[in-house]
């Protein structure tokens, strides 16, 4: 029987971890929707409902973050669940800056990607295990996995009310598709140009 319970906040060796892909419905996922689920109505229950928050943590059927177009991935000490985030394939109109990015050749003009573009989503960090470079280690093997799969470009969006995510995609060379200058209202659109390593 596979253990969810919180591990402790002792040090966790980066060469201790294990990365292990799993799908969606795979019991080592539950800690990290569950947290997720709590962090975002911890953050935005002015500003969503309860029907919203679970429409937004379901609203991609689990294939999505599967192979071939995707991948759901976890680390693990001991086997238990201390970070994770997953990609699947983007199709869909992107937010930002619709004209220029039209111009610089990354969107068409109803603002789906013009290129193969991978969208990164439940980027997560056990809260026990915060600040320890956990969620960089997860978007370096998110973005390896993906230029390995074709995918020249990653976009995703954070929240308004999450500093410390658009702080880790500007360190990580993400760029901003809004205006920094300027509160934000609604989700931060972020992209980056990777290597393909097909």
């Not at 600040?131 to 997860?138: E, I, M, P, S």
């Not at 901003?176 to 300027?182: M, Q, R, S």
Request: proline share 9%; net charge positive; aromatic share 8%.
């Amino acid at each position: 029987m596979t253990t969810t319970a919180p591990v402790g906040a002792g040090p966790v060796p980066g060469d201790a971890l294990e990365v292990r892909s799993v799908h969606l419905h795979d019991p080592l996922v539950r800690p990290l929707i569950d947290e997720l689920a709590h962090e975002y109505w911890s953050r935005y229950r002015r500003l969503l409902t309860a029907e919203q928050l679970r429409d937004e943590m379901e609203h991609y059927p689990a294939e999505e973050f599967a192979p071939p177009d995707g991948e759901l991935l976890l680390l693990l000490a001991d086997g238990a669940p201390l970070a994770g985030g997953a990609f699947r394939r983007r199709t869909e109109a992107e937010l930002g800056d619709a004209a220029r990015l039209e111009r610089a050749g990354t969107r068409r003009r109803d603002g789906t990607p013009a290129v193969r573009t991978a969208e990164l989503k439940r980027i997560w960090t056990h809260s026990a295990h915060r600040r320890r470079g956990l969620a960089r280690r997860v978007l370096a093997e998110l973005e390896r996995r993906a230029a390995a799969r074709g995918y020249r470009r990653l976009y995703l969006t954070t929240g308004p009310r999450q500093p410390e995510a658009a702080g880790l995609y500007l360190t990580t060379g993400y760029r901003p598709l809004f205006d920094p200058t300027v509160a934000p209202a609604g989700p931060l659109p972020f992209e980056k140009w990777l290597e393909v390593t097909t």
